[in-house]
Structures are given as structure tokens and as C-alpha cells.
């Protein structure tokens, strides 16, 4: 989530004793934030917490971009009413976070979304690829924002308008209004360094 510096080392060990497990599932856990690319291993030296330069957030936004646009379209093509209204609650869950000022709470939202709207493509290849760009998104934001979003006020209204794109069921619309919703990400992330 963001909350261990860069460089922090990680011992599977310590981590298996603090959440009171054995070592097989932290050493699982800890291949896949490798995977993930959260963390990395240095031959001799053990795990620990990524480094990331301005450059490989960048490239991070970039490739979510390509991914959820792709997503987007797939869902236009796909959704079914029931998925539709599942969008929509989450989006009115948005409005109501916005409304009470719980920034803990956008993030998860916002992923949520996400996530829904990766499942509608009912692609496992793209879903898994997302699932990635969603955790090291959560990870970019805390580290450029201080895990405060910029455009909490904005938070319902940007993603309404990109599930209304999805839910007209044109692929075109739906990939604009996503490629448009995750630029202006790209861009305050430009203007942040």
C-alpha cells in the first residue's frame, strides 16, 4: 500500500513471526509482490521494497491506459444489465464518499470500479493484467500524492460519465471516455514531477 519506504528490506522470516504464520505463505506472498513488481530480490541480499523512478510510474500509467481502454471497450460490448447496475452502485457509493469526505475510502472505490469493469470483459488475461495496474496504481498514488486524491471532488462525476460511455454499448465511445478519464491521470502525474 505504499507504506514502506523504497528500499526497505523485507525478511520473510520477521514477516511470518509479526503476522504469526509460518514461512511457506509469506514466501508465496512475497513472489508475488515480486510478480507484481512491488518488491524486488537482490541475489545474496534478500528481498526489499522497490525503488520506482519518476520514469517507471510513468510507463506504470501508460500501460493502465492501454489496458483499461481496451477494457472499457470490451465491456461496452459485453455488459449485461445486471453488470451495468453493478457500475452504477458503485459509482452512487462515490457520491456518497465524496459527499461524507472519506478520502480512506476513495481509493478502494475507485479500484472497485475498476475491477468491475475488468470483470465485464471476461478476459482472465486482461482481468490478471489489470489486477496488477490496480495494485501498483494504489502504490503511485501514495507515493506522488501522499495518498491524497486531487480529484476527490471530482471522484463520481469523472467515473459516471465513463460508465454512462460503457453502458450505451458503443466500444468506441467507451474506449474515449476511458483513454480521456485515465489522460488526465497521465497528465497530473507530467505536471507533479
Known amino acids: 500500500d505504499g507504506s514502506l519506504e523504497p528500499g526497505t528490506p523485507l525478511s520473510h522470516r520477521a514477516i511470518a513471526e509479526a503476522m504469526n504464520t509460518s514461512n511457506g505463505p509469506v514466501i508465496s506472498a512475497l513472489r508475488r509482490l515480486a510478480h507484481d513488481g512491488l518488491i524486488s530480490h537482490q541475489h545474496g541480499h534478500g528481498a526489499a521494497v522497490s525503488e520506482f523512478s519518476d520514469e517507471k510510474l510513468l510507463d506504470w500509467l501508460v500501460v ?47 479500484v472497485d470500479l475498476h475491477v468491475a469493469i475488468a470483470r465485464i470483459t471476461r478476459s482472465p488475461g486482461l482481468i490478471e493484467a489489470l489486477g496488477r495496474c490496480h495494485i501498483r496504481e494504489v502504490v503511485r498514488r501514495r507515493l506522488v500524492a501522499g495518498g491524497q486524491r486531487r480529484d476527490f471532488e471530482n471522484l463520481e462525476v469523472n467515473h459516471r460519465k465513463l460508465v454512462d460511455a460503457i453502458a450505451s454499448g458503443d466500444p468506441d465511445r467507451a474506449g474515449q471516455a476511458m483513454h480521456a478519464h485515465l489522460s488526465r491521470t497521465v497528465r497530473r502525474h507530467t505536471r507533479d514531477e
Open 64 to 110: 493502465r491506459r492501454a489496458l483499461e481502454t481496451e477494457a472499457a471497450r470490451l465491456a461496452a460490448r459485453r455488459a449485461a444489465s445486471e453488470d451495468l447496475e453493478r457500475l452504477y452502485a458503485i459509482v452512487d457509493r462515490m457520491a456518497e464518499i465524496v459527499r461524507r469526505r472519506r478520502w480512506d475510502d476513495a481509493d478502494k472505490t475507485d
